[in-house]
C-alpha cells in the first residue's frame, strides 16, 4: 500500500497513468477514489497523483481541528518524496481550499491550478453547512448522510435522471459497507478547516495560470464564491456550467474531462 510519512501523518496515494504529474485533490467526506471517472480520461496523457485526504480513507485520520494549510503541507510533503517538482494541481471544493494554499504557501511546486467549487472564505450559510454536516453524521447511519451530500451537491436533473438515479442509490448502498468509513471525528476536522479557510487577501499573490470552474446552481458552494476566487486572482479564467451543481464534474462529465485535460495540456 503506497504511504508516505508526511507532516507527521501516513498519507495514502495512488498514481494512475504516466507523463507529466498531475495532483488530485479531493474534497470533504471523499476518498481520493472518487476521482476514478475523471483519471480514467486523464491518465493516457498525465501521471496522475491520487491522495487520500487528511481524515479520510487510508491516511491517517488524527484528531482535528485541520486546517487548509497543513493540509496544503502534507501534498507539498507528498510532492517532495515522490521528486515530482512543478505540479499541475486540480483540486474539488476542500481540495480547492487546499490547493490555493498550496499555491500561496509552496509556490515552487506548482505549475498550474485548477479550482473546482471553490471558495476564497466562508459566509455564515457556508459554515452553517459545514457545521451541520458534522452534527448529522454523528446521528445518521452512513448511507443515509451520503443521501444529504448527494442533496447538497446533485441537481434536479441528476434526481430525474433513471440511470444516474440508479448510480446514486448504488453509492449510498456501497457506503453502508464501507470498508473504511470516515470517523466523525475525520469530519470535524476537515470541517473546520473548510470553515477557517479565508485567503482572500491573499490569492492576488498566485501567479500561476489558473482555471475557476463550477456549475451555476451550486447550492453548497454559490456562484458569487467562485467569482470571488476568480477575481482574486490575476492569472485566472472562470467557467460556469448552467444546467449544473456542486457535482458538475460529473453531471456534465463528458465535457468537464475534455475541456479539462485540454486546458491542463496548453498549462
Known amino acids: 500500500m503506497p504511504v508516505v510519512e508526511t507532516n507527521g501523518i501516513n498519507l495514502y496515494y495512488e498514481e494512475r497513468g504516466s507523463g507529466e504529474p498531475v495532483v488530485l485533490i479531493m474534497g470533504i467526506t471523499a476518498a481520493g477514489s472518487s476521482w ?58 476542500m481540495g480547492s481550499t487546499i490547493a490555493q494554499q498550496l499555491a500561496l504557501r509552496h509556490p515552487d511546486k506548482v505549475r498550474s491550478l485548477v479550482l473546482m467549487c471553490p471558495w476564497a472564505r466562508c459566509d455564515r450559510t457556508a459554515e452553517a453547512i459545514f457545521r451541520h454536516m458534522a452534527t448529522i453524521k454523528a446521528r445518521l ?7 444529504y451530500i448527494q442533496l447538497l451537491i446533485y441537481t434536479k436533473r441528476s434526481w430525474d435522471d433513471d440511470a444516474v438515479f440508479t448510480q446514486l442509490q448504488a453509492a449510498r448502498q456501497k457506503a453502508a459497507v464501507n470498508e ?15 470553515i477557517a479557510h479565508n485567503v482572500l487577501a491573499e490569492l492576488g499573490r498566485i501567479e500561476k495560470p489558473t482555471l475557476v470552474i463550477g456549475g451555476r446552481k451550486d447550492i453548497f458552494t454559490p456562484v458569487w464564491m467562485a467569482e470571488e476566487v476568480a477575481n482574486a486572482i490575476p492569472a485566472s479564467e472562470l467557467y460556469l456550467y448552467d444546467d449544473a451543481g456542486h457535482a458538475f ?19
Open 36 to 93: 476514478e471517472k475523471h483519471a480514467d480520461d486523464w491518465q493516457t496523457y498525465f501521471r496522475c497523483i491520487i491522495a487520500d485526504n487528511r481524515g479520510v480513507g487510508k491516511s491517517d485520520k488524527p484528531v482535528g481541528p485541520y486546517t487548509t494549510a497543513q493540509m496544503a503541507d502534507d501534498y507539498a510533503g507528498l510532492i517532495d518524496q515522490l521528486a515530482l517538482g512543478p505540479v499541475r494541481v486540480v483540486g474539488v471544493s
Open 141 to 147: 447511519r452512513p448511507e443515509e448522510f451520503l443521501n
Open 180 to 194: 473504511f468509513p470516515q470517523p466523525l471525528h475525520g469530519l470535524e476536522g476537515q470541517s473546520e478547516a473548510c
Open 249 to 267: 464534474h460529473w453531471e456534465c462529465i463528458n465535457d468537464f474531462n475534455p475541456r479539462v485535460r485540454s486546458w491542463l495540456l496548453d498549462h
